[in-house]
């Protein structure tokens, strides 16, 4: 079992819809990062949280540290939303600040 | 301000042979981490450098070696390259260890 883990695996959406992914972790973090990654693999920053709520445009992150849960909302999706979405945890307990990925959710988003 | 950059983009190698991936940290950035990411699969932490020192290393084997330089700039290296080596790399640079990582296009490796 993955420490982390992502639901759903794939989507596919409309465009206009209001979609959201989910990521539960099993280990104890100190923040978590949401990540989107495109074809040919470029990764992206989106948000870095550790609690509560993150709002950037039309995204919004959440946290709940003590259901060890997180959510990615993404309101009125746009095709060009159209990505890998990964959450990350990262646990600063040690003396690294590695992150240990879930395997990502395939979001498509049809005209 | 540039951005995290990785060289080359594209590699191909046969198995035995040796490689060097390179990245460039984001200026201010004092912390590199190594990642690899297998197809279809999400990115599995390799080390981190910070200040010219391993700060952590991944459940990868020896002939996965790296170094960063007094300008914070890094090199992985992989030994006896193997089929399985295939992936893409990914580096990312952050201000400090505990600070917020931003990622490198990415080195895809084909081992043949």
């Known amino acids: 079992k993955n420490e982390v883990e992502q639901s759903p695996q794939n989507l596919t959406a409309q465009e206009g819809e209001f979609i959201t992914i989910n990521c539960s972790y099993s280990?104890?973090?100190?923040?978590l990062h949401w990540l989107q990654q495109h074809p040919g693999g470029g990764i992206v920053s989106l948000f870095m949280?550790?609690?509560g709520k993150k709002k950037h445009g039309r995204l919004i992150a959440t946290i709940n540290i003590q259901e060890k849960h997180s959510s990615l909302h993404i309101t009125a999706s746009h095709p060009r939303d159209s990505a890998v979405y990964i959450c990350?945890?990262?646990?600063?307990?040690?003396?690294?600040?590695?992150?240990?990925f879930g395997k990502g959710t395939k979001l498509s988003v049809k005209p | 301000e540039t951005g995290v950059t990785q060289s080359p983009t594209h590699l191909i190698k046969t198995r035995g042979q040796q490689v060097t991936l390179r990245c460039s940290s984001q200026?201010?950035?004092?912390?590199v981490s190594w990642y690899q990411q297998a197809l279809g699969q999400g990115p599995q932490f390799i080390f981190q450098y910070y200040r010219e020192e391993e700060n952590g290393r991944g459940n990868f084997p020896p002939r996965f070696s790296g170094l960063q330089f007094p300008n914070y700039s890094s090199e992985l290296n992989v030994n006896a390259l193997e089929l399985d080596d295939s992936a893409l790399y990914l580096c990312a640079s952050s201000l400090d260890y505990l600070y917020e990582q931003y990622f490198g296009p990415g080195t895809r490796l084909t081992v043949t």
């Open positions: 200026s201010g950035h004092n912390t």
């Open positions: 949280l550790s609690s």
């Open positions: 990350a945890a990262i646990n600063y307990g040690g003396s690294q600040g590695n992150l240990i």
């Open positions: 280990v104890g973090i100190s923040a």
